[in-house]
């Protein structure tokens, strides 16, 4: 599992036919680890460049020396020069670097250069993501650069020469290589001033006070060609909550900037508290100019949209920007409003309107799009068919008599161009601005396809269709794909994307018309492994429900004898067949479900549906309903043997090993990874990584809006108490007799490691049996060490042979 490579990234040269692809090395010793979980952390990644046919694959950067890494490339305009992102250490700086810092490598170079000794404000990946970055090209209807693994690039390219990016102040740490490092170098920091005994090691926290806002970036225009920096200036970047959105015009002479200044209180925000942060944020309008007279102007805000929340879409003529807004926080709604970047005002477009959903949004949106002749048009909140659109003049401030000429218009989308395009039925249809209304939209072959182009699927069955909307029209051929594909970047020329089965994986470029190629083989060693059967198997839920459960046979199966099993649980996770999540064969370390099915298991994913309504849910009480059924089934089938059978899970599948725990005997062991005990205290904790944030530790605590909506509770602790206290597996200690395996890590987000030494502590007391395995200075994922990975799979692989084999340490 630790050898498995998963690509990171890929992106098309507009113009020399070269595909840069981000690759990392394995999990193997001489790297440098505990930045991210191990299987998405690109500190160990490598760049490489290969033509669309396949041939002349070449390694452009080579970080293993130096456990350097170099990942997020991204062409400029004319294939000439490739940004990207890289730890790669020079001068006195340590083995593996310390810090991310923008890059550039143009043709006549062996290796990339670095542009800034500063470092640039890298956002984390998974987990709640810290200084989240939201860059918009100009006219850009492709892939967004470095969108891997939910992180954004912190750069954008300008023109052929110049790039904006985001620099983080003097001194600090990009928060790629800082999400945990940042709690030990604090913890240190704490140890040397106590035994200094002259420095108060006191973290303040005042409620309700005031957020800090000193947390702050810088943009700055760098030149690649003449080497030049051009200093736009200085931004709040509240590290929490929201993304410093930067949305460039279509003609590139100015950017919006919707910069999060602090996060709002709690107490002045809706209820039911929303679990999206965009809502939770006070932002800074700004506008800059990129030419000429390079600088930034806050816009002031009227009282109506003084909280936005999002960016839009620039108007054709740059002119004009929409953006959502609200002025009182304790909606969960806003409006639709323009900006007027040359006068810097706003104006309401459509007042006492909600515009779009609830849903923070990253990029323009689908609530309003402009027209070729620069009228806005604006999609009323459930959107449809006729009458569901309107027409606003924006610069004469009137709303205009509009029909859209068609019946059940969908998918709306705003080309590189400014067009705007949408479906109506199975036909393509675009807006007239002639005519005042969408007419059809006559296709195209591959040879008319040009510029940039959006990419549109629809399902077939189970395949995933590919087409292409380009400036010229919607493209007349197509690409089947399977849904587990991941797309990597397009053009017109075709797709890249990434591959992987039970064999190897494979990256490939899919023409639009001819044969695909592959670019890249990886992970050729699991050919060699041998798996067992996947089946879905019918059983009947203790509601009388219809349910299937996945079952992972071991490769030696026999079908005449009844096997150990193993229950991978997950609450209100029901799987979708025979290639589901759980079950994906290059799952990363201890999720792997083969891994236990190769040592002779039968692994079983069962249904387990948590009903979802206009009252709490009662998941802790709902939970068995789903597996023990299956259990009876397996056991009816001859499957599995009544008196070998363990159950394990982690983050909300540990809760439900908790909570199954709590309530039946049926199985002979569990085992809890990095799940919670007691909800009340587990949903308003603190994130221990918030660890040096000063003035915002409370804010990176925002596990009460994933357990008042993962839960459905609705509600805080303090509003229901008797909820949280009878669906937590704590208060039913005195139920659990069987063994129990609990792991957790020491910087576990979602659920602090309180949650299992006070589980553990309570089952100790009452001797019951329990093994506790605390992991020090490990994530909720146990993922940051691969020496970790092994020997939790080892206690896994260990517990569940001595309760359901009988074997013992020696065996």
């Not at 294939?79 to 043709?107: C, F, I, K």
């Not at 509601?543 to 046979?553: D, E, I, P, R, Y």
């Amino acid at each position: 599992m630790l050898a498995i490579q998963t690509v990171d990234g890929a992106d098309i040269s507009p113009t020399s036919g070269e595909i840069a692809i981000a690759m990392p090395r394995p999990a193997a010793p001489d790297e440098v680890y505990g930045r991210n979980s191990y299987e998405i952390d690109p500190s160990r990644n490598d760049i490489w460049l290969v033509q669309r046919d396949g041939t002349a694959l070449r390694r452009l950067t080579n970080g293993q020396p130096d456990a350097a890494a170099y990942w997020c490339p991204h062409w400029n305009a004319d294939g000439n020069y490739l940004a990207m992102l890289s730890t790669a250490p020079q001068g006195n700086e340590p083995r593996g670097g310390d810090n991310a810092r923008l890059y550039v490598w143009d043709r006549g170079s062996k290796t990339p250069r670095r542009l800034s000794e500063r470092a640039i404000m890298t956002q984390t990946r998974y987990g709640g993501p810290l200084n989240e970055v939201d860059l918009r090209a100009a006219r850009k209807s492709s892939p967004e650069q470095c969108r891997a693994n939910d992180e954004n690039a912190p750069f954008v390219w300008l023109d052929e020469t110049r790039l904006l990016a985001i620099l983080m102040p003097e001194g600090e740490n990009s928060a790629f290589v800082d999400r945990y490092a940042r709690y030990h170098r604090e913890a240190a920091r704490a140890g040397a001033e106590i035994r200094a005994g002259e420095v108060a090691t006191v973290s303040r926290s005042d409620s309700p006070g005031e957020n800090p806002t000193e947390y702050r970036a810088e943009l700055v225009l760098f030149d690649v060609a003449d080497g030049s920096q051009t200093t736009l200036g200085w931004v709040p970047a509240f590290p929490m909550f929201g993304a410093l959105t930067i949305a460039l015009s279509p003609d590139g002479a100015r950017a919006a900037v919707l910069a999060p200044r602090r996060a709002i209180p709690q107490h002045l925000l809706a209820s039911p508290r929303l679990n999206f942060a965009t809502w939770e944020i006070e932002n800074t309008l700004l506008v800059a100019n990129l030419q000429g007279d390079v600088k930034l102007t806050e816009i002031s805000l009227p009282a109506e949209a003084s909280f936005p929340v999002d960016l839009g879409s620039w108007s054709p003529d740059s002119r004009y920007l929409t953006l959502r807004a609200r002025g009182d926080t304790s909606r969960n709604a806003a409006e639709l409003w323009a900006l007027d970047a040359e006068a810097g005002t706003l104006e309401a477009m459509a007042p006492g309107e909600d515009a779009g959903p609830l849903y923070p949004q990253r990029g323009p949106g689908d609530y309003a799009f402009w027209s070729g002749d620069g009228k806005l048009l604006v999609k009323a909140a459930k959107a449809g068919g006729e009458g569901r659109w309107r027409s606003i003049d924006v610069a004469e401030g009137k709303e205009l008599a509009f029909s859209s000429g068609l019946a059940g218009l969908s998918s709306p989308r705003q080309l590189a161009d400014g067009s705007l395009v949408a479906k109506a039925g199975d036909s393509h249809v675009r807006y007239a601005s002639d005519q005042g209304q969408f007419v059809r939209w006559p296709p195209i072959d591959v040879a008319g396809c040009t510029g940039p182009a959006e990419l549109v699927m629809r399902y077939e069955g189970d395949v995933a269709r590919y087409t292409l909307w380009t400036i010229a029209g919607p493209l007349d051929a197509a690409v089947s794909l399977d849904p587990a594909t991941r797309i990597l970047d397009h053009d017109c020329t075709g797709l890249v994307v990434a591959q992987h089965s039970q064999v190897g994986s494979v990256v490939r470029f899919v023409p639009w018309a001819g044969t695909p190629a592959n670019l890249m083989e990886r992970n050729t060693h699991l050919a060699a492994v041998e798996r067992g059967e996947r089946r879905m198997i019918d059983y009947t839920h203790a509601n009388g429900s219809a349910q299937k459960m996945a079952v992972l046979f071991p490769p030696d199966y026999d079908p005449a004898r009844s096997y150990p099993t193993l229950f991978w649980v997950y609450g209100r996770h029901s799987p979708s067949g025979v290639d589901d999540y759980f079950l994906d064969p290059q799952m990363p370390g201890f999720y792997n479900l083969d891994l236990y099915a190769g040592q002779g298991f039968v692994v079983v994913i069962p249904s387990i549906p948590i009903p979802r309504g206009d009252a709490p849910n009662e998941s802790f009480a709902a939970i068995p309903g789903g597996v023990l059924p299956a259990l009876d089934k397996l056991i009816e089938l001859g499957i599995t043997d009544a008196a070998r059978a363990g159950v394990f899970g982690h983050s909300y599948g540990g809760f439900t090993v908790n909570a199954l725990v709590a309530q039946t005997d049926r199985f002979a062991a569990e085992a809890s990874l990095s799940g919670a005990s007691d909800l009340a205290t587990a949903a308003a904790s603190f994130d221990p990584t918030a660890r040096g944030w000063r003035g915002a530790e409370q804010d990176m605590a925002f596990n009460q809006g994933i357990y008042e909506s993962g839960l459905n509770f609705k509600v805080d602790p303090g509003t229901d108490p008797a909820l949280y206290h009878r669906n937590s597996p704590l208060t039913h200690v005195d139920q659990i007799v069987t063994p129990l395996l609990i792991i957790h890590g020491e910087l576990d987000v979602r659920a602090p490691l309180t949650q299992a030494e006070t589980l553990y502590s309570l089952l100790h007391r009452r001797g019951r049996p329990a093994r506790l395995l605390r992991y020090w200075g490990e994530n909720h994922s146990l993922a940051n060490s691969p020496a970790n990975v092994r020997d939790i799979s080892h206690e896994l692989l260990a517990w569940f042979d001595r309760h359901l084999r009988g074997r013992t340490d020696e065996d």
